[in-house]
């Protein structure tokens, strides 16, 4: 009962919709009527307002972290629960039709919440390749591939079997990148097309 309420109680802060919340708030509508239609920071940045889109990115990490640090206070498997929810409610806001976002912000925020150290490989693998490439989704892509496996060195199984998990369904949410990637029509960071 007790992994029932982490999960539930996870979901129900991951199904926050921050970007929607934000965007509506400022006056500028439905952000799920532009661009990708997603909720997420990167669809809030193609309003053209950067600090709404840092909020959204910040909001969204937070809600992750929030999941995991509460209930880890029941302790560690509680924490990965509510993490593991928080990143499914994210992703599949029952509010929306189960229509979220792409879920990288919320996974760096479980990430965060759960082992810091693996957080900081992420964010360093994600400027790394974004600064040799300049592909965001594929930073992402990339930076959420390496983290199960540091996980995995580190002695961590249980977090990187969920991370693998959590991984391949951010490779799902992105499969329409990884077409774009692949036929070379990606935008690239701060291009304006």
Do not use: C
């Not at 990965?80 to 879920?103: D, I, M, T």
């Not at 983290?147 to 992105?174: C, E, N, R, S």
């Amino acid at each position: 009962m007790n992994y029932l309420v982490a999960a539930l109680f996870g979901y129900v802060l991951g199904s926050i919709p921050f970007g929607l919340v934000i965007t509506h708030a400022a006056g500028l509508g439905d952000v799920r009527k532009i661009g990708s239609g997603n909720i997420g920071a990167t669809n809030v940045l193609r309003t053209g307002n950067k600090k709404l889109a840092a909020l959204t990115l910040l909001l969204d990490g937070l809600k992750g972290t929030a999941a995991v640090l509460i209930a880890g206070m029941f302790g560690p498997d509680f924490a990965l629960a509510a993490g593991f929810f928080a990143f499914l409610g994210h992703l599949f806001p029952v509010w929306l039709g189960f229509k979220g976002g792409k879920g990288v912000a919320t996974y760096i925020g479980v990430l965060a919440g759960l082992m810091w150290k693996v957080a900081l490989v992420f964010a360093a693998v994600w400027i790394a390749v974004a600064v040799l490439f300049r592909y965001s989704s594929l930073a992402a892509l990339v930076a959420a591939v390496v983290a199960p496996i540091a996980l995995l060195l580190m002695g961590y199984q249980d977090y990187a079997v969920v991370f693998a998990v959590m991984t391949v369904i951010v490779i799902i949410k992105h499969r329409a990148n990884i077409s774009r990637l692949m036929a070379g029509t990606e935008s690239r960071i701060g291009s304006k097309g």
